[in-house]
């Protein structure tokens, strides 16, 4: 194939994915799917970059420093997030969890950070420059096609997000945040799902975009109503169905 050729399936590719209807739990399966690389993938990607070990709370990098390369998350969570003029911290790239490439757009798009990012988590995480992670895509195909098919889901998500901030009360965002991170981070237990993450009530509040008093009502509605169930910092789900279906 042609490069001229292998570059119009690309877009033509990326155009129908993202033209294409995409309900929530199709975004959540594509966004499972597409961060699983095969070994030799990561080995590819991991190879390249420099893995350091950070403590929770250290900033991996910040909204307005110059971008230089990608971060691979190989163990622990990250989140995305901005800070407003007032001061008030919003989760706008959600949380990002082990096997996540993040920092992409800047580099792709050679800007400045507009987001920080930091560990929630003690993590282990890999750097890798800007000019071995073009040729790492550029010399693969599969690695190349699947970070654009990120990127689209990232989009739509994205899109979700804000349609849920401009359209649904605090207990629906909220009641979506959990059921998404049920389904991607869940861990199948006796009576429920239990998200391993232990996120803290402030910063549930600012991936839904609220108080933190506000989220602590929230959850305890919803542990009230027998849907989830609270256990020190995490969280279980019990019934699934209404979850969703909570408004």
Same mark, same amino acid.
């Given at each position: 194939?042609?490069?001229?050729?292998?570059?119009?399936?690309?877009?033509?590719?990326?155009?129908k994915?993202?033209? =294409?209807?995409?309900?929530l739990?199709?975004?959540?399966?594509?966004?499972?799917?597409?961060?699983e690389? $095969?070994?030799?993938?990561?080995? #590819?990607?991991? *190879? =390249?970059?420099?893995?350091?070990?950070?403590?929770?709370?250290?900033?991996?990098?910040?909204?307005? /420093?110059?971008?230089?390369?990608?971060?691979?998350?190989?163990?622990?969570w990250?989140?995305?997030?901005?800070?407003?003029?007032?001061?008030? *911290?919003?989760?706008?790239?959600?949380?990002?969890?082990?096997?996540?490439?993040?920092?992409?757009? /800047?580099?792709?798009?050679? #800007?400045?950070?507009?987001?920080?990012?930091?560990?929630?988590?003690?993590?282990?995480?890999?750097?890798?420059?800007? /000019?071995?992670?073009?040729?790492?895509?550029? *010399?693969?195909?599969n690695i190349?096609?699947?970070?654009?098919?990120?990127?689209?889901?990232?989009? =739509?998500?994205?899109?979700?997000?804000?349609?849920?901030?401009?359209?649904?009360?605090?207990?629906? =965002?909220?009641?979506?945040?959990?059921?998404?991170a049920?389904?991607k981070?869940?861990?199948?237990?006796e009576?429920?799902?239990?998200?391993?993450?232990?996120?803290?009530? /402030?910063e549930?509040?600012?991936?839904v975009? $609220?108080?933190?008093?506000t989220? $602590?009502?929230a959850?305890?509605?919803?542990?009230?109503?027998?849907?989830?169930?609270?256990?020190?910092?995490?969280?279980?789900?019990?019934?699934?169905?209404?979850?969703?279906?909570?408004?």
């Amino acid at each position: 194939m042609s490069a001229m050729l292998h570059y119009n399936y690309l877009v033509k590719y990326i155009y129908k994915l993202i033209m =294409r209807e995409i309900t929530l739990d199709n975004i959540l399966l594509l966004d499972k799917e597409l961060k699983e690389f $095969t070994e030799q993938e990561w080995h #590819k990607l991991l *190879e =390249r970059a420099i893995v350091m070990k950070l403590p929770k709370g250290s900033t991996v990098f910040s909204a307005s /420093e110059k971008s230089q390369g990608v971060f691979i998350i190989k163990s622990g969570w990250v989140k995305i997030s901005r800070i407003s003029k007032d001061g008030k *911290e919003s989760v706008v790239g959600c949380i990002r969890n082990p096997k996540e490439i993040i920092g992409l757009a /800047e580099v792709l798009l050679n #800007k400045n950070r507009t987001c920080n990012a930091v560990a929630i988590t003690d993590i282990e995480i890999g750097f890798l420059k800007t /000019e071995d992670f073009y040729n790492l895509i550029k *010399e693969d195909f599969n690695i190349s096609l699947k970070i654009m098919r990120l990127l689209a889901a990232r989009m =739509r998500e994205a899109e979700e997000n804000v349609h849920n901030l401009s359209s649904n009360y605090v207990s629906k =965002r909220l009641a979506s945040f959990l059921y998404k991170a049920s389904f991607k981070w869940g861990i199948d237990d006796e009576d429920g799902i239990k998200i391993p993450l232990n996120l803290t009530h /402030e910063e549930i509040a600012q991936v839904v975009g $609220t108080s933190r008093q506000t989220t $602590t009502k929230a959850l305890n509605m919803l542990q009230k109503k027998g849907i989830i169930k609270l256990e020190k910092k995490q969280i279980k789900i019990l019934d699934i169905k209404k979850l969703l279906s909570y408004k």
